[in-house]
């Protein structure tokens, strides 16, 4: 068989169906939930290596030179984010915890980008103390706490300051972030105000913008970067440095596009040189902070069916070992998926189905009317694209522990990180 049916069209690059079913770099999914148990994170690594590499090429030849910076917000194992290292990308952290997992996944301190927008002071100084190369300024108040940290070390810090530019982007109200009226950053003529005024210890580079995540139309994103030295030049401020942040969508069922992370930044590199070519400026240094476009399609979540009855409404429930605990998108932002039977993805349908999470709440469903072939207890279900924000969002509701993960690569698998166990779950209770 080895083919790639319209099904697996979210499912990562080495997936191909063969007589078992959906297999990842040859690995059967029915064989990794037996062997690891489920729900089961399964990552694959050559679709998180040819996307970093592919960014990490895109900035290669950027005439100011230029970095990306993978958000570990959407993904933070310490053996995805080593991977991600080697092809030659920089880390984006958004806390001490994150900074720690990008220490701990051998980071250098100068490729660190920090970034949120209520950063304490041991946020601050966990920046300071890696050295981490930016501080992304998201306010007068935090500027003024990080230059008394500065000053108390005697050191300095480059800093840039993130303003939303009030420009649209067609993505879920919960995750647009550069509209005005955002909680993240700052007015751009706040964000100029600040640059031309840090407090003594911080060095301002430049401007950082995010417009939301989840972008399949990348053009708004282009339109940022082409708008932001324009408006640099016309403030008067300095902009070595040019940051655009992330927010390149994936496909996450079969009918949506798959944006290529590589072309966009090559898009977003050649728009910034074209427009200070037009404006007769020198062109920044460019960094990019993708995060789900690099690890989201790298990821399948595998859950075991553990009954199956019809409601009063008659619409049939398919209930699984997992929902909301391992993914919180579905609730968070009625995130849609396309599930499928792991050993037989394309078999004709026999009905529509609600797959329904094993949580405490009626909002725990993971799929609505899903098209499935008579699935019974036992049965695998495969949720393709959950590589990013799943399991970096898991949580222990209900008590039940969060799920093993498992990296493909070369035609073996790898437990990369351990099932959480009922001791763990007490380990904090005093
Ligand atoms: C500042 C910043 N940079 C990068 C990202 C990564 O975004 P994405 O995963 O959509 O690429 C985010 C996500 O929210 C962010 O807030």
Redesign the pocket.
Known sequence: MSERPDALLPFPDSARLEADGIRLDGIALSALAAEHGTPLYVYDAASVRSRAEAVAAALRDAPGGGRAAF?L??QSALALLRLIRAAGLGA?C?SAGEIEAARRAGFDGASLVI?GNAKSDADLRAALDAGAGLV?LDGRDEAQRLAALCRAAGRSQDVLV?IAPGIDVDTHRH?A?GHHGSK?GVTPEAGAALLRDLPAGLVGRGL?V?L????LDPEPLVAAARWLPAFAKAEGIPLEVLDV?????IRYTPDQPQPDPGAHTRALVEAIATVCADEGLAVPEIVV?????IV?TAGVTLYRVVGVKTAGDGSTWVAVDGGMGDNLRVGLYGADYAPVLADRPTAEATGRYRIAGRHCESTDVLAEDVPLADPAVGDVIAVPATG??HQTMAHTYNLFGRPAAVLVDGGAAREITRRETADELFARDV
Not at 289 to 293: D, F, K, Q
């Open positions: 958000a917000k959407a984006d958004a970034h992304v993130r995750i972030t993240f950082h995010h939301g995540s989840q972008v942040g992330g927010g390149l969508g902070e993708p995060g789900r476009s989201g990013a924000y």
